[in-house]
């Protein structure tokens, strides 16, 4: 069946350091791709997303693109803020957008000042 | 602006009780999900709506049960409460065009 795998965390980093977390899926058909993010304390919220191969989502200054080739959608930011720690969650749906999501086990970020 | 509104935020049950987990949304989604997230295991899907009255199983549906009666409202019942079923509850409510998921803040659940 499909799934996502993502990096082991947690991720420690230091303030302006660049940061990628690493996602690969298997999946059957063409997925959407998704990254959300959860605050401590908070809900799962959207953070981008791809609906296609080679499509690039970007949002907050992440970025990440869909690469069928090496069933990949890795998320990367230049420069790391504190306010950016947070729980990061690679998800993938179906083409029926029915909301069956399948995440990752989310990798946890926490940048030092 | 409310959502996705969870209730309650936390409990406590012993095993055998039961209870019901509250959602509700007010942006006129058809799709509804609840989840449950483990440390190390992301988020599972329990049980999911495409609508009212039609409700179907998720990854992990045993112990759970759902109605969706109206639009707004999504409701996940423990039937009998197990310590298995400790973890946190996310409600999610799906835009159709776009896939999002919008999700509550979440209800803590604890079985001793």
């Known amino acids: 069946g499909d799934s996502v795998t993502q990096m082991e965390g947690p991720v420690t980093l230091s303030e302006e350091a660049f940061l990628t977390i690493n996602c690969t899926y298997t999946a059957t058909g063409y997925p959407s791709l998704f990254w959300y993010v959860q605050y401590p304390g908070e809900g799962l919220q959207l953070l981008l997303k791809?609906?296609?191969?080679?499509d690039k989502g970007s949002n907050k200054g992440f970025e990440a693109t869909y690469r069928k080739e090496t069933t990949s959608f890795h998320l990367e930011k230049g420069s790391v803020q504190v306010s950016d720690s947070a729980v990061y969650f690679c998800?993938?749906?179906?083409?029926?957008?029915?909301?069956?999501?399948?995440f990752g086990q989310g990798t946890t970020l926490q940048v030092k000042p | 602006n409310a959502g996705v509104t969870q209730t309650p935020k936390f409990q406590v049950l012993k095993t055998g009780q039961s209870m019901t987990l509250q959602c509700a949304q007010d942006m006129n989604h058809e799709y509804m999900s609840w989840y449950r997230q483990d440390p190390g295991m992301g988020l599972r899907l329990i049980h999911y709506s495409v609508g009212a009255g039609i409700t179907d199983q998720g990854e992990v549906p045993n112990g759970y049960n759902v109605s969706r009666s109206t639009t707004e409202d999504f409701p996940l019942r423990l039937l009998s409460a197990a310590p298995s079923q400790t973890s946190v509850y996310f409600c999610a409510s799906i835009r159709f065009d776009t896939g999002e998921l919008f999700f509550g803040e979440g209800s803590r659940l604890t079985v001793l």
């Open positions: 998800a993938l749906s179906g083409t029926s957008n029915t909301g069956k999501l399948i």
């Open positions: 791809a609906t296609k191969a080679d």
